[in-house]
């Protein structure tokens, strides 16, 4: 009877043991948190044999992926998709006087892509975080044609330079970003898209920087033109999203989806204009009333079941969460990560492995993009910070782990074993199931004798050989 080693203990005692790094393990001094360390990367619990597509995604400061070694290491090796969370938007590219440098995004592709991750583009149109003084000189004083042909100059110059300058590497894109204004009625009974004569200082307006595109171009073109330039000017095989807040809306039956589904039939309308998928940012809050947490995980999987059924790749593409506390408080206000008790931490780590489970059940596999964390840790409370010092993170503000992470574990189906055990041994050196590297690799044998010593994904499990 031929055995497959699993592990060869023997052999271990006379390896250098690698010391763990920060980010894979539990907050130190704390007993609670031992159970973390035995956790493996976050990526190698994806079951590609279930879920082919699926990419797991992370916010990325790009920055800190350039300077903090810690951060770098953390996003390489937990995580399979990097996505900017400024570096790529038209603000941080294009200066006041239309002049654009594309050198931060150069480096920051080359670097994810040899690290093996692939660069999700955020984002090619959107109304925030834009290079205002340039765009309102072009269109002030001018009729309305006239700012319409502006704007596609600049559309277009903004796309080609992004696109050649990501060097066919970024295959896929938020083509817009938060277009609907979740209010108002388009004459169908859809929401309408924002507009600057409905802008309200310090919504979702990250920056202060607002230029409302559709203002001039209109509700129509302002897709169209986009998506026929970043066809133009991407890859061949370029996936274009849409990408919105509060689909998940419980206050209005998910009404905010539904517009989004009914506006790509609009804009698709054309028959030339294709958009390919649909985002849902998911910027959420566990909350400690019953009630309150029965309504939105009911709106979660209705959002999910809107997004299915358009047919559209379906992607979670800012998942972060926050806490709140009192019974009828759904607007209440967030609690801060000092303040969060154990009970809430685990709480909000069964809530991320509900969120995770759902979408791999509703959404069908071929429909599935992945799930983007949008918060790799939580964040400082400091001025202008991004849900200033709420717990959003799967890591602690100090890059220790946080039950958040076994709420990703075992939202993607994994289990944590303590220790090395003894291998199981069914008198063969072959599998039907397919075999997988770390990376998500499909290799071609079956036969895992044939395979060099290394660590391999069987049937969503890991085997080491």
Known sequence: ?????????????STAVVAQEKFELG???????RYLNDY?????YINYEKYPNFKLGIGTTVNDYFTNTTFRSMVNKNFTETVAGNAMKMGSCVDGNGNMNFDNVKRYVKAATEAGLHVYGHTLAWHSQQPNAWLRSLVNGKSQQVRHDTLIYAMDKWIKGMMEACDGK???????NEALAGEGNDGEGNYTLQHSSGYKSGTWDVGGDAFYWQDHLGDIDYVREACRLARKYGPEDVKLFINDYNLESDWDGNKKVKSLVNWIKKWEADGITRIDGIGTQMHISCFEDDNTMSSIKQHITTMFEVMAASGKLC??????????RGTNNRWGNKIKTVQLTEDEHLKMADFYEWIIKEYLRVIPA???WGICQWCPTDVPDAQYMWRRGEPVGIWDINYYRKHAYAGFVRGLGGQVTS???SPETNGTTSTQKAIYTLNGTRLQTTRIEELPHGIYIVDGKKLVR
């Open 1 to 13: 009877m031929k055995q497959i080693l699993m592990c060869v203990l023997a052999a271990s005692l």
């Open 27 to 33: 907050k130190p001094n704390n007993s609670n948190y």
């Open 170 to 176: 970024v295959k896929a894109w938020d083509l817009v």
């Open 315 to 324: 992607r979670i593409s800012e998942m972060d969460m926050g806490y709140v």
């Open 40 to 44: 493996q990367a976050l990526k190698n």
């Open 419 to 421: 220790g090395i055990g």
């Open 366 to 368: 071929e429909q599935q």
